[in-house]
């Protein structure tokens, strides 16, 4: 075996490809099977939007939470880039008899102005961590140029918070004795049989929307060990708030899948001390 390999990964792999912007047909079917996220969505639509409300979904997809919002009577317009998308969600609305209340626009969500203002927006861009989709940039762009245009009216969105967290942890990396420590997803629930936990869940960031969004994070983050052992990853835990209910004091929330990082150096913990992540 030649080491180290004489080829390079292609420098010319796009943004599309790279930073999961482009969402294969399959992959939208298994959306649209999460009733988890299905399920929280509806819900905050539902309590967020009413009827003759104008709404705006960046990043429609298949076009289901357009047609939730739809359905509580408001005027819609659904931006989606991706052609292809675009007619499926065309053709699917009007299966569902919604074809007069959402208005279908195909183009780039950062350049995308409305023409009114509008109450709400839904954005669904969402990734552990904000890593992969452009949840973050998106939205940015998009109140940029609706400032410049309505420049007293900032709308609400749907999610309002995102919360980060990150967790110190052993994590099994073996396969049936081959040891691979890639980075990998993991369900956003507890009592993972490959992982042990030895901190708790750190916050450290919370994304509000409706202010400046930061693209890097570079603060300390202290851990408080809660068993010894030796930390070997860090798991990434996001945390969505879609809405909020003040009058029943509750929040709609919607946790993406977690990233479990292997760290290259791994480090031994005891109970009762901290440790830095920079
Ligand atoms: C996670 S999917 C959500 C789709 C749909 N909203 C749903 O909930 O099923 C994100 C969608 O955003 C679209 N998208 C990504 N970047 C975009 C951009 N810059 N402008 C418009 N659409 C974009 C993708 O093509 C994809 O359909």
Redesign the pocket.
Known sequence: MQYPPTATVSQNQSDESTLG???PLLY?YN??QDDD??GS?LQAIKFVIQPGMNVV?????????SSFAARQGANVTY????PE?VSIAYGFLDKNGLKANVDVVQ????S?VPESPVDVV?C???HVGLLR??QAQ?IEAFKANYKSRFPNHTPQFIPEVTMLLAQLINQSFDFHGFHAPLPMFQAPVMGQSRTTELSKFQTYANIDYQELIPHRFEQGIHFQIELPGTVNAVRFATQNILAVNMAEQRAITWPNQCLVLPIPSPFHVHSLTFSQLD
């Open positions: 912007q482009y969402i939208h959306m649209l996220r299905v969505f979904e960046l990043g429609g997809g298949t076009g289901i939470l931006v989606e880039r991706n998308l183009c780039d969500a950062m995308f839904i669904e861009m969402l989709e452009k998106v």
